[in-house]
């Protein structure tokens, strides 16, 4: 199923939400962050992402993608995600177009509102781990999602005396979840509504995948 950056342009119009279904667990002293999606086309469309490091003090070993908190000289968030996109994985200059932005999305632990720029990649940039931060670079074959060959699995948690489903991304022996997953998710169904394909619903697994880890 090919995909172009102006079907994702389109797909991504009257985003991002004025609120995100998971806004009620942020906290009022939570830090605006901002992370970059980028997709590479060519010859499969894909989204990069990092696996952190296993030694950092906060979620190491965790699949995410390349962002960080706002520093005072970014201009806006949008600036913050392609500095750290740069900083970590080394994409920037003209080989990357915006594409749009997806809602904004807190953190499980509510300490960090995550807003998410989707940008096309030229196929000539390659990323690399820039960071000693990153352990390796990954790639989440969108295409796959979108045909329905890879499926997107989910898992209730518990949540203010409740539940709610929060969606994962199986890459090997890696996970991606939390708010990575939701916001990658919501990429997910927003193209295949785009461009007129139907994603089956997530399979729902009893066992949080990530353990006993705060699904941050």
Known sequence: MP??????????LGLPAKDSPWISMLQ?????????IPIRFEPEPVVIAILRSAVLR?????????????????????ATALREMDEEVGLAGEGITRLGELTATPTYNGRYLIHPYVVAVDAALAPVACSSEIARI???PLGAYLRGEEPIRGVMVPWR??????????LGSCVLYGASAVIFHELVAQ??????ATLPPPILQ??????DREPV
């Open 3 to 12: 995909i172009s950056p102006d079907d994702v342009r389109r797909a991504l």
């Open 28 to 36: 009022a002293e939570a830090r605006s962050a901002a992370v970059a």
């Open 58 to 78: 906060e979620h190491p070993s965790q699949v995410a993608f390349p962002g960080g908190k706002r520093e005072p000289d970014d201009v806006d968030l949008y």
């Open 138 to 140: 990954l790639e989440l």
């Open 161 to 170: 005396g409740g539940e709610i489903l929060m969606p994962h991304f199986a």
């Open 191 to 196: 193209i295949a509504d785009g461009i007129g």
């Open 206 to 211: 009893r066992e949080m995948p990530w353990g």
